[in-house]
C-alpha cells in the first residue's frame, strides 16, 4: 500500500485536506454509498470513512460484498452485477428524493 501511495503523493502530503478525505471536513455533503469487498486492501478504511460520513450527519450506506477483491464492481462477475444494481437503486432514490 506505501509503495502505490508513493506513486501519487508523497508522504509530507497525505494529510493534506485536498489529498486525504479523511481529514476534511465532512459537513454537509450529499448522501453517499459506500461499497467494498472483504478482501479489499482498502476494506478498513472504506469502513472507516462511512462512519465518518454518518459522524459528520450526512446519509450514507455500506454495503459490504463477501469475497469481492479492490475494483471487483468492474469484473464481468455476478456480484459485481449485485453492486451495480445496489448502487443503481441508490442512485435512483436519491435523485428522486
Known sequence: MDWCMDLFVSKDKRSDLDVSPLYADLKG?????????????????????????????????????????????LM???????ASERCASFMTRVINT
Do not use: K
Not at 476494506?43 to 463477501?66: H, K, Q, S
Not at 464481468?76 to 449485485?82: E, F, L
Open 76 to 82: 464481468p462477475i455476478a456480484i459485481a452485477q449485485q
Open 29 to 73: 455533503l450529499p448522501p453517499a454509498l459506500f461499497s467494498v469487498g472483504t478482501i479489499d486492501p482498502l476494506l478498513d478504511d472504506t469502513l472507516f470513512m462511512y462512519c465518518r460520513w454518518l459522524a459528520a450527519g450526512n446519509e450514507a450506506e455500506i454495503a459490504v460484498y463477501p469475497g469481492a477483491t479492490h475494483a471487483f464492481s
